[in-house]
T-cell receptor, first 115, second 115 residues
Framework: KAGVTQTPRYLIKTRGQQVTLSCSPI?????VSWYQQTPGQGLQFLFE???????NKGNFPGRFSGRQFSNSRSEMNVSTLELGDSALYLC??????????????FGPGTRLTVL | AQSVTQPDIHITVSEGASLELRCNYS??????LFWYVQSPGQGLQLLLK??????LVQGIKGFEAEFKRSQSSFNLRKPSVHWSDAAEYFC?????????????FGGGTRVLVKP
């Protein structure tokens, strides 16, 4: 079974631009979560999508948004990029549901550099 | 709210020596605990997890971890380190509920292996 895939793997943007990152979960997984990793703040939870609905959200400004499609693929968008948005963005997928914890499987990440 | 502390930012160990990485967590209920490893430029690979049951859990690559509820700890150990174990290690606690799944990570411990 193929793992979580993220595209693109590397991205360079300038301040003020916007960017869209894509994540394809493991087949059969219906939940997709996004995390930001920076040297200063470490790994931080951005949001989780399940059945095309945002189910959980971290403490990030409204410039960070996401969506999930009917095939469970997800995109995240960052508008009006700032230098501090330079980070590794990790996507993770899990089976579904609430209640018992569902293990998350991570993709390789998208390295975003904002100049 | 849950939190995870990894007290050691860097650890240097000689190849063949034993390794122990510390992790303390704060969580109101029974925690779901994880250790992930990240090689440079890569995503996160799950080493092991604790959901319930035996407090000593075995993982991949010869790693094990012990859950100690009384100390709120989940320390990672390896009896004999290989040069390929040089990486960054993250402890995480998983929360679940009606709001879905979310991982909270510690700050990470970077392991350097001396020949």
């Amino acid at each position: 079974k193929a793992g979580v895939t993220q595209t693109p793997r590397y991205l360079i943007k300038t301040r003020g631009q916007q960017v869209t990152l894509s994540c394809s979960p493991i087949s059969g997984h219906r939940s997709v979560s996004w995390y930001q990793q920076t040297p200063g703040q470490g790994l931080q939870f951005l949001f989780e999508y399940f059945s095309e609905t945002q189910r959980n959200k971290g403490n990030f400004p409204g410039r960070f948004s996401g969506r999930q499609f009917s095939n469970s693929r997800s995109e995240m968008n960052v508008s009006t990029l700032e230098l501090g948005d330079s980070a590794l963005y990790l996507c993770a997928s899990s089976l579904a549901g609430s209640g018992a914890y569902n293990e998350q499987f991570f993709g390789p990440g998208t390295r975003l550099t904002v100049l | 709210a849950q939190s995870v502390t990894q007290p050691d930012i860097h650890i240097t160990v000689s190849e063949g020596a034993s390794l122990e990485l510390r992790c303390n967590y704060s969580y109101g209920a029974t925690p779901y605990l994880f250790w992930y490893v990240q090689s440079p430029g890569q995503g996160l690979q799950l080493l092991l997890k604790y959901f319930s049951g035996d407090t000593l859990v075995q993982g991949i690559k010869g790693f094990e971890a012990e859950f100690k509820r009384s100390q709120s700890s989940f320390n990672l150990r390896k009896p004999s380190v290989h040069w390929s174990d040089a990486a960054e290690y993250f402890c995480a606690v998983g929360a679940t509920g009606a709001a879905g799944n979310k991982l909270t990570f510690g700050g990470g411990t970077r392991v350097l292996v001396k020949p």
